[in-house]
């Protein structure tokens, strides 16, 4: 089997309610949705998020890498040759980690539907039968957000995320505060500063919350402040887990040096896909540190479907999954993923396991780039 042809679909999908972070309020998630076609008319389908905030890349230049450099690249290949094709991009693309985890889930997606499988069986069969998954609570207000943790509890959900660093110190350890009455002491709450805070104040916080008993903290500080997160861990009992600042199992090495984090956040975008989100995930459990697997807080059921596959064979998962494509107010396959429970059932078809619906991907194209 030979590809024949990559095409990179720009999208723009608005968020059911907006979701505000220290670093910038989203409503709406842009991604590329990437088909690749072969010479015996199987498709593979894949996704990446493009939120320049968190890989620098846009639209338009996870269009033009595509087109311009690795299509020349690509076509003729045999799908089959992941490592071999994954060394290839290496040479030739430095970091657009988001535009390369499309092509390598659809690769992957590939390759499932060849042997006529879900992927999960070829990346070693599933450890989980559902994978859970969080809410998010980022509206500011106490009151607010306890009703709102309160009724994704009711509804399932285990895990509840709280965005922070959004407010005053103060205000951030009141929400927290505040949620973790409503739900209770069984359910898991992960907060998340998104490099909100200088060093001084992620430990202020990260202190004043530590009778809520919170799961763990992520990123509190700047990307790039290693010895700031080394700080921060230093000087509370709530798990410190890196997401800005860590995307691959080259750059842990770093983190485990400085004893800079107890967690990873793991994403796809950020590992340029599962083949290297398993190698992180495999250093990182060999490494004593807990994995949450996070979405984007919104992506289509494409990325979904693909993180489901991987997350099930995972065998470290102790913070569960961020995976979120209902909180979009569309998606461009024919069924949509959506958690039942507070969890995804594992998709049992070929390849990931979902269908291109090209009517909603005409309909949610960016056009104008």
């Known amino acids: ?62 269009v033009h890498l595509v087109d311009a450099v690795l ?13 071999v094709l994954e060394q290839q991009m290496d040479r030739v693309v430095v970091g657009n980690s988001s535009t390369r985890s499309a092509v390598d889930i659809a690769l992957h997606d590939l390759l499932g ?17 559902e994978v859970p998954t969080i809410w998010h609570v980022s ?9 709102d943790a309160t009724k994704a509890v009711a509804a399932g959900f285990g895990l509840i995320k709280v965005k922070v660093a959004t407010h005053t110190v103060e205000r951030d350890i009141e929400r ?33 919350v530590e009778a809520a008993h919170p799961a763990l903290l992520e990123q509190p500080v700047h990307r790039d402040d290693i010895p700031g997160m080394a700080h921060v861990r230093r000087s509370t009992s709530v798990v410190i887990a890196a997401d800005e600042g860590l995307f691959n199992a080259r750059e842990l090495a770093t983190y485990l040096h400085a004893d800079a984090a107890g967690a990873v956040i793991a994403k796809l975008i950020k590992a340029g896909g599962i083949s ?12 004593g540190l807990g994995i949450h697997f996070a979405g984007m807080a919104g992506e289509t059921s494409v990325a979904a479907a693909a993180a489901v596959q991987l ?4 065998p470290e998962l102790r913070f569960g999954s961020g995976i ?17 429970g507070g969890a995804f059932t594992v998709p049992e078809g070929p390849g990931i396991g979902v269908h291109l619906d090209d009517e909603a991907l005409e309909r949610l194209r960016v056009r104008d780039l």
């Open 176 to 208: 927290v505060f505040a949620v973790r009455e409503a739900v209770g002491p069984d359910v898991a709450l992960l907060l998340d500063a998104n490099q909100g805070w200088q060093a001084a104040e992620a430990i202020r916080f990260a202190k004043g």
């Open 113 to 129: 539907k060849a042997h006529g499988v879900p992927l999960h069986q070829l990346l070693g069969g599933k450890v989980r039968d």
């Open 276 to 287: 290297g989100l398993r190698r992180l995930a495999a250093v990182a459990a060999a490494s």
């Open 139 to 147: 509206g500011g207000d106490p009151e607010r957000d306890a009703a």
């Open 324 to 340: 979120s494509p209902h909180y979009l107010t569309d998606d461009v396959v024919t069924q949509r993923l959506a958690p039942v």
């Open 311 to 314: 997350a099930c064979t995972l």
């Open 1 to 62: 089997m030979k590809i024949t042809e990559l095409q990179a679909i720009p999208i723009a999908v608005p968020m059911e309610k907006p979701l505000k972070m220290a670093v910038a309020t989203v409503t709406e998630r842009t991604c590329i949705v990437l088909r690749i076609r072969t010479d015996e008319g199987l498709e593979g389908f894949g996704e990446g998020v493009i939120a320049p905030y968190f890989t620098g890349e846009t639209l338009a230049s996870a």
């Open 71 to 83: 299509t020349p690249l690509i076509v003729g290949a045999d799908p089959a040759e992941l490592h």
